[in-house]
Nanobody, 125 residues
Framework: QVQLVESGGGLVQPGGSLRLSCAAS????????MGWYRQAPGKQRELVAAITSGGSTNYADSVKGRFTISRDNAKNTVYLQMNSLKPEDTAVYYC???????????????????WGQGTQVTVSS
C-alpha cells in the first residue's frame, strides 16, 4: 500500500505558475503509475495528467502545452508543473497512484486505487 501527500497549491494570478508535489511512502514507488486529477466546483473529477512507471505521459486536452507531469523515483515524488494558469484551472488537485505488474511482455495496471488528500489551486486576479 502507498500513502500520498500533496503540496504546493495556493492562489495565483492568471498567467502564473505553480508546481504541485506528491510525496509517496509505504510501498515501492517505482512500480506505480501516477496521475493528477482535479475537481472544480460543480464539475466532475477529471484526469489532468498521468505518467507511467516507465515515464510515458499523457494529458487532458485542456492542459496540453501548459502542464508537465514528471517523477523522481529516487525521491518517491511526482510533480505537476503548471504554467500559463487560467481561472478555469481552479480546482482541488489530487494525486493518485495505480499499481502495475509486468511479466512475459504483458503490462497490467490495477487502477488508481490510492489517493492523496488534495491541494487547492485557485487562479484569480
Amino acid at each position: 500500500q502507498v500513502q500520498l501527500v500533496e503540496s504546493g497549491g495556493g492562489l495565483v494570478q492568471p498567467g502564473g505558475s505553480l508546481r504541485l508535489s506528491c510525496a509517496a511512502s509505504g510501498s515501492i514507488f517505482s512500480i506505480y503509475d501516477m496521475g493528477w486529477y482535479r475537481q472544480a466546483p460543480g464539475k466532475q473529477r477529471e484526469l489532468v495528467a498521468a505518467i507511467t512507471s516507465g515515464g510515458s505521459t499523457n494529458y487532458a486536452d485542456s492542459v496540453k502545452g501548459r502542464f508537465t507531469i514528471s517523477r523522481d523515483n529516487a525521491k518517491n515524488t511526482v510533480y505537476l508543473q503548471m504554467n500559463s494558469l487560467k481561472p478555469e484551472d481552479t480546482a482541488v488537485y489530487y494525486c493518485a497512484a495505480a499499481k502495475t505488474y509486468t511479466a512475459a511482455g504483458l503490462r497490467t495496471q490495477y487502477g488508481y486505487d490510492y489517493w492523496g488528500q488534495g491541494t487547492q489551486v485557485t487562479v484569480s486576479s
